[in-house]
């Protein structure tokens, strides 16, 4: 009686694991979790193509920088606060360098960055989406900012 009723427990964690691998694979085909976004700078302006770019909150970013048409260097800074934080970081990257890509070392307010790419270059970055809000990405290389930025809407 005891095996039988042991049996009946394995056999029913059993069927729960069959049950829970076919809804994981079922979930497999959503696109919300492999789809990158692309930001490109365009050509020789001071300009992000894409200037709007729409996450959900905690969401796994992957955010390519295509600097491939253009004939500058840029980066892209995620800046947390606004654009009065966003000013502040632009004058700190003058001081931080090119070879700190331009990145101040105080990265409180720096959500997600990636490094200055030559001409040509691209890059792709991860980073989870911060809580909702609506925040700015900019180009820290001098002169750039605020010509060169965008709103990162987080819903
Ligand atoms: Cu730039």
Request: aromatic share 6%; proline share 5%.
């Amino acid at each position: 009686m005891k095996s039988q009723a042991c049996l009946f427990t394995v056999s029913m964690v059993f069927l729960l694991l069959i049950t829970a691998c076919g809804s994981g694979s079922s979930a497999g085909g959503n696109p919300s979790d492999g789809g990158g976004i692309t930001v490109t700078a365009k050509g020789n302006s001071l300009a992000f193509e894409q200037t709007n770019i729409s996450v959900s909150a905690g969401q796994a970013v992957s955010l390519t920088l295509d600097n491939s048409l253009s004939t500058l260097e840029h980066n892209w800074v995620l800046v947390r606060g606004g654009e009065a934080e966003a000013r502040s970081i632009a004058a700190d990257a003058l001081t931080a360098g090119r070879a700190n890509h331009y990145l101040p070392s105080d990265t409180t307010n720096i959500i997600a960055a990636t490094q200055v790419l030559a001409p040509g270059e691209a890059e792709t970055i991860t980073f989870e989406a911060p809580e909702p809000g609506i925040y700015f990405y900019i180009c820290t290389v001098p002169g750039h900012y605020p010509l060169m930025r965008g709103r990162l809407v987080v819903e």
